[in-house]
């Protein structure tokens, strides 16, 4: 009978303490919050009176920060408080202005003993917009038909996803207009992909982040020759153009019969750059004299090679213009003319005076 009776005794003592073993009965879920919010991470615990009931934060495998201890604050910030509901025994840490380093696990701990605890786990994550990292690529110089990878990665929360656009929505080397993913490739690069690309990474948060990232194709002169056949009489000038295009920016020059010209009382040469990669030269044949006709050869060279292209002058009876616009030419002398019949007359005679030439 002695025996039975301390059985009874030993199940319900055995069931008392049970039943008032502490235990976390409710813990927040994940919290999804942006910069600059405000949350609330509640912990309720049961038969817990008696035991040290602790908020932590663990910022890594190895390194917690304990936060707050049974109902006061261990951590010295204003942004941080607490509150205690003795009815339900739920332990409430609020945070205020949020910030992105607040993102992550929070664990709220009852210590039974030294070696013994019960944990509960709620996990912040901290919502912000997108932003291009440094390991981004910023801008690029490479050769003509050269190999090219551009290289963008983004941070915040949620992960942004990367895309890449061309300035004026130009058409990209893959051949669409956008692009989407970290990395892109042009197995080739050409003369006509270069400009400026646009690296976007968004992720629902804010407006998102952009990236001018600027391509530079060096590549060998295309030189061309609005035109290639031009026309003028004696006495008078006249201007031959070339447009080059090519990076690095090159060498022009003008050459007749294989001499370089230069400026002088004959010739007028100038540049102009439009652009790092067009310029626009012009030569002035100046008071064309008779052997000042013929071939005038353009030729431009950069580092990757050279090219050329051929202008010819050729006599004409009657003046062109522009550029002899304005003046008329006997001999060596010039006289100015304002009014249009003045020019017309002096044209006319001029014309007449050449046939009367020919035929005697």
């Known amino acids: ?17 049970c039943q008032r073993a502490p235990t976390i009965s409710y813990i927040s879920q994940q919290q999804i919050k942006d ?20 908020w932590l934060k663990s910022n890594s495998n190895t390194d917690t920060v304990a936060l707050s ?39 709220c701990q009852i210590y039974i003993s030294l070696t013994s605890k019960i944990s509960g786990h709620v996990e912040l ?63 080739s690069i050409r003369k006509e992909h270069r400009g400026t690309y646009y690296c976007v990474a968004e992720n629902g948060v804010g407006r998102g982040a952009r990236r001018n990232i600027n391509i530079e194709v060096e590549f ?14 004696l006495q008078y000038d006249m201007d031959l153009e070339c447009h080059v295009e ?31 990669e067009y310029t626009d030269t012009t030569i002035r044949i100046i008071t064309i004299e008779k052997r000042q006709y013929g071939q005038y050869v353009c030729k431009a060279a950069n580092k990757l090679g050279s090219a050329e292209t051929t202008v010819e002058l050729f006599e004409t009876i009657i003046p062109v213009c522009p550029p002899a616009c304005g003046q008329a030419h006997y001999g060596a002398g010039v006289l100015p003319v304002s009014s249009g019949p003045l020019i017309a007359f002096v044209l006319i005679v001029a014309a007449i005076i050449r046939n009367i030439n020919t035929k005697y």
């Open 1 to 17: 009978m002695m025996g039975r009776l301390i059985l009874i005794i030993a199940f319900q003592l055995v069931t008392v303490y």
């Open 35 to 54: 910069i600059g919010g405000t949350v609330e991470l509640q912990c309720s615990v049961q038969y817990g009176q008696e035991y040290p009931v602790l």
């Open 69 to 107: 201890s049974r109902t006061s604050l261990i951590i010295k910030e204003s942004r941080f408080s607490l509150r205690y509901d003795e009815a339900t025994s739920t332990y409430t840490l609020q945070i205020k202005d949020i910030q992105e380093t607040d993102a992550g696990m929070y664990l």
């Open 125 to 187: 994550q901290v919502r912000r917009p997108p932003y291009i990292s440094d390991n981004s690529t910023r801008s690029i110089v490479v050769s003509e038909t050269e190999a090219v990878e551009l290289f963008c990665y983004a941070g915040g929360f949620p992960s942004p996803k990367i895309s890449w656009r061309r300035e004026n929505n130009a058409i990209l080397p893959t051949g669409n207009s956008i692009y989407r993913g970290n990395v892109l490739k042009i197995t």
């Open 220 to 233: 060998s002169p295309v030189i061309t020759a609005p035109r290639p056949r031009l026309g003028q009489a």
């Open 246 to 276: 090519a990076y690095p920016p090159p060498a022009i020059n003008w050459l007749k019969d294989d001499i370089v010209l230069s400026n002088n009382q004959h010739h007028s040469i100038s540049h102009f750059a439009t652009a790092d």
